[in-house]
């Protein structure tokens, strides 16, 4: 049951399941049953999960062509008391989907909007990327032509994960215009299908994103979020200089030798790059110092 009872004049902010039925909330449920009218961005998309749940509302269609004129007449329903509840086809409503004009209008008219919070593609994709970040951007969609799109890309270059949605048929674009824009070593999570039986969330070099994308025929079917791991900071790259140093240098010389030449190289601490390469040829023993000749 909701926390509170449906209050007249009142516009619900409703999340649906982006794939799992399961996922819409109780409360959400509560509320779809409960108010005079569902707004929806296609009534033939929700009809069907409003059947799976027992709900007979009336519904009427605010998508983004009738935005500006469903709005208006919406927000008449709501002074005359109605409560109502927006949706859309899947996920929040009014990211990236309509429904901001309409609750735009409605604080207008000094109406009352309460949102429902529960599944969103970004957020879900997020979650399950393990960045480390305090903040993150979300991008919604790439423009679809190159031209603009690898200018998006070079203006989202940011020190914080980014998070896009995209089409299936321009994944393998937006993957290699990523990789060749911002290099293959940046970190990309691939999450495709989620919530869903052929749900998969990978996260991976951006140098490797097309591969895995080109190893099946179904990874460029279905829906996608991307989050884009954040810009190197210069010490993370620093460090990534020092490894790469120390990775070569190990192929011909003794871990001491190598931490030495590595710090004059670098101007890193000789002791830190000395613990480093000690870890590395221990963890490669294929690539342990040849004896000296
Ligand atoms: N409002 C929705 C939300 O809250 O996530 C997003 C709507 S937007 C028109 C649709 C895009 O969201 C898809 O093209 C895809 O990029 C992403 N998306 C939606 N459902 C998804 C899913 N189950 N798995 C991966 N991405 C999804």
Redesign the pocket.
């Known amino acids: 049951m909701p926390q509170d009872p449906l209050s007249a004049g009142t516009l619900y902010v409703v999340?649906t399941p982006?794939?799992n039925l399961s996922d819409l909330s109780v409360r959400a449920t509560e509320v779809l049953r409960e108010v005079d009218v569902i707004a929806c961005e296609d009534t033939r998309t929700t009809r069907p999960l409003l059947a799976v749940h027992g709900i007979t509302g009336k519904t009427i269609a605010l998508h983004e062509h009738n935005e500006r004129d469903a709005s208006s007449k919406l927000v008449e329903a709501l002074k005359a008391g109605k409560s109502v509840a927006l949706v859309?086809?899947?996920?929040?409503?009014?990211?990236?989907?309509p429904g901001a004009l309409v609750v735009a209008a409605a604080h207008q008219a000094g109406l009352r909007v309460v949102p429902i919070p529960g599944?969103?593609?970004?957020?879900?994709?997020y979650c399950a990327s393990g960045f480390l970040a305090e903040r993150f951007v979300f991008a919604g969609?790439l423009p679809a032509s190159q031209g603009a799109r690898r200018k998006a890309i070079s203006a989202l270059d940011a020190e914080c994960p980014v998070i896009?949605?995209?089409?299936p048929h321009r994944i393998l674009a937006c993957v290699e215009d990523l990789a060749a824009l911002l290099g293959s070593d940046r970190e990309l999570v691939i999450?495709?299908?989620?919530?869903?039986k052929f749900?998969e969330v990978v996260r991976l070099p951006l140098g490797a994103a097309k591969s895995w994308i080109e190893a099946g025929t179904h990874r460029q079917q279905?829906?996608?979020?991307l989050v884009l791991g954040p810009k190197p900071t210069d010490t993370q790259a620093d460090e990534g200089d020092a490894e790469r140093v120390l990775r070569i240098l190990l192929e011909d010389h003794s871990v001491s030798d190598a931490a030495r030449i590595a710090a004059r190289l670098t101007g890193g601490s000789k002791n830190g790059l000395y613990e480093r390469a000690l870890a590395i040829s221990a963890d490669l023993p294929a690539i342990k110092p040849r004896k000296p000749r």
């Open positions: 999340a982006i794939g859309s086809d899947a996920g929040t409503p009014a990211i990236s989907d599944a969103n593609a970004a957020i879900a994709a969609f896009l949605y995209e089409a999450a495709r299908e989620l919530t869903k749900e279905g829906e996608f979020v």
